[in-house]
Every structure is written in C-alpha cells, then in structure tokens.
C-alpha cells in the first residue's frame, strides 16, 4: 500500500535508481517515477477471488522481471496466485506470527504463499524459524532490514515552531510514536506519567499516531489527572517526524509486540535519541540495557516511569546512549545500504530465472 512508509521508500528508490518500477496498490497516490495501479474500488465489494484476478491480468500486462510483494497475506498471496516468477515476498510480523492462528484459511493461505515464493526476505532474525515452519525454505530467507533515512533522521536542535505550538518549550520531553491500537500498548506510558512527574513535574509528552484506541486514552488520561502534560498530536507526516524527535530527550516503546525494529525506534536511535522500548522479539538486538538504551518488561507501567526518569535526570547518560545510538542505525540499518543489498538480490535472480 502507498500508504505504507515501508513500501514508499521500497519503491522510491529502485525508481530515484533508474529502474522501472510499477506498484499495485489498494490505496492510488502519486509517486515520481513509479507507475501505480489500484486495485480497490469499492473495496468492500470486490471479493479477494476478484482481486486476485485482477492482479494477475495486471501482472501479465506489466511483464516484469521480478514480482515482490510486502506482507505475506493478503498481497503475498495475490502474487503467489498470479504464477508468475521469479516471485518475491516480504513478511512484516503479524502476517507470520499471528494471521495463521486466526483461522483455518489463513493457515494453509500463508505456507501456500511461501512455499510459491523464490525468496522470502523479512526484517527480524526471530521470524526466520516461524518462516521454515510456515513453508519456507530456509535457504531462500534474506534478512533485509527495511533501514533509515540517516540523511533525513539525525542529530538536531529543537524545533522552536514545534516547541511553541505544543508549548513545551524547554520542558523535558518524552515521546510515543506508536499507533493507538491494543497492541502497542499506550495505556502502559499513560499509567507511568503520574509517576514520572512525582520526580519531574516540569515533564511533558507527546503521544503521536491514530487508532481504535485514541479516544479511550485520551479518557484514560484524563482520569489519571495527566491530559494536560500529553499532547496528542495524531499522525504526523513521515517528513516532520526527524523535527518531532529532535524536539524530544527520550523516546519510548510500549509495545506488545514487533517483527524487527520498529520503524519509529530506528529513527529515534538514528536522530540520538536514548530508547526506553519493551522487551520482544529483536529489540534485545538493537539495544542493550544500560548501554543505549533500556529494555523494559511488558506491561509494567512503573519499570517504565524508572528509566524515563533515570533518564532525564542524567543529560550525560542521555546523550551517552544517544550518540551510541546513531552510530548503531549508521553501521547497522542503514536505508541505503539495504536497499543496495536488495538492488544486488534482485539482479541475482532475474539472471539466474534468465539462465
């Protein structure tokens, strides 16, 4: 989906590359130098067997050297229907981890999808053996990290029109960009804010993203006594975020679950940003307690409030971590260096489907 940062950039920059690029999507935006077909009209009553057709008359139009779809169900499996190769898919997490215990279709529609795929790449080490499980085999799984624009998320001074419309101004700041569904678990950070502000009342926060949820948080908050130290910002533009995090000192996960790195917590780490994020999947990986950052158990409000506030009491220790940080996202998930890794994939084999 176009929607999806992820795929955005994927496909930016095989386009900014000089590569033809087309992207079927359910949702039509305007990307420069990608052709861009949707296929969703009047979603709701165009059944997947319909899509499913679709996609593939489109693919046998297009003619392309490689068919790739992100996220094993649903696209995963429209490419897999279209029978074309070499085909590529990417899982995301959920698509492998959770969907094939939803119900019956899912479970055998993602081991048929894997199975038809000539390589599989996926984010995460801890998805590889759920992968082979599933159908793939091991020896077609590329670990790809989706990577950050370290051009664009780096080190900077705070943003003063963001300081004044939110009117933190100087005032410490931690930030939350998870989306408001029960997964990430925002509940966890609001329950730690009245502790947070026994040590540092001067303390503000900034809860970003959309969901279910919004409404029963911001109750929540209110509640608590604490909606007047949040700001909830909504979804903030991919190309405001680097101002947002620099405008913050300490940056938190409270999720419930993720595949690799979450996308928010590598740009974070990649502006300088001390992490404070839950302890699941890789994230014992990117960041270890008490050297970059703090690893936190789930659900556990009051180890949250400790290291937020062990965190801004200690400015050294912050900056420590967060030069630690930004240096981890250059060596390690870097967005250019995946994407030339993928680029050399992709060669590979169209010449091998070529040969």
Same mark, same amino acid.
């Given at each position: ?41 009047? /979603? ?146 609001? /329950? ?73 917590? /590598? ?89």
């Amino acid at each position: 989906s176009t929607k999806s940062i992820h795929t955005r950039r994927w496909v930016e920059y095989f386009a900014e590359k000089g590569h033809e690029v087309h992207l079927i999507t359910p949702e039509y935006d305007d990307i420069e130098g990608v052709k861009t077909y949707e296929v969703n009209p009047k /979603a709701s009553k165009l059944s997947p067997f319909c899509k499913a057709i679709i996609i593939r008359n489109l693919v046998k139009k297009i003619k392309p050297d490689i068919l790739h779809a992100h996220q094993v169900l649903p696209f995963g499996l429209y490419g897999a229907l279209s029978g074309f190769h070499p085909f590529v898919v990417t899982a995301w997490g959920s698509d492998v981890l959770i969907c094939p215990k939803e119900s019956k279709i899912m479970k055998y529609a993602v081991p048929f999808t894997l199975r038809r795929a000539d390589l599989v790449t996926c984010d995460a080490e801890h998805i590889k053996w759920p992968l082979v499980e599933l159908g793939a085999e091991s020896h077609k799984i590329n670990l790809i990290y989706f990577g950050v624009d370290t051009n664009k998320f780096k080190p900077g001074q705070r943003n003063k029109k963001i300081s004044e419309e939110l009117e933190i101004f100087d005032s410490p700041v931690v930030i939350s960009l998870r989306s408001l569904e029960p997964l990430y678990n925002t509940e966890s950070l609001i /329950a730690s804010i009245p502790l947070v502000l026994e040590k540092i009342p001067e303390t503000k926060f900034i809860i970003a993203g959309k969901g279910s949820q919004e409404q029963k948080l911001k109750e929540l908050a209110k509640f608590m006594g604490v909606l007047d130290v949040i700001r909830f910002v909504g979804q903030i533009p991919n190309n405001e975020l680097a101002k947002y995090l620099t405008s913050s000192d300490v940056y938190v996960s409270t999720s419930l679950s993720d595949a690799g790195l979450a996308a928010s917590t /590598a740009e974070a780490m990649a502006c300088g940003l001390p992490v404070v994020i839950t302890d699941f999947g890789d994230n014992r990986k990117w960041v270890e307690d008490g050297v970059n950052g703090f690893i936190v158990p789930l659900k556990d409000p009051k180890a949250l409030a400790e290291k937020i506030i062990y965190l801004l009491k200690h400015e050294d220790i912050r900056k420590k971590f967060g030069m630690r940080n930004r240096r981890i996202i250059e060596e390690r998930n870097n967005y250019y260096k995946e994407m030339e890794k993928m680029e050399k994939i992709y060669i590979e084999l169209v010449e091998r489907y070529k040969s």
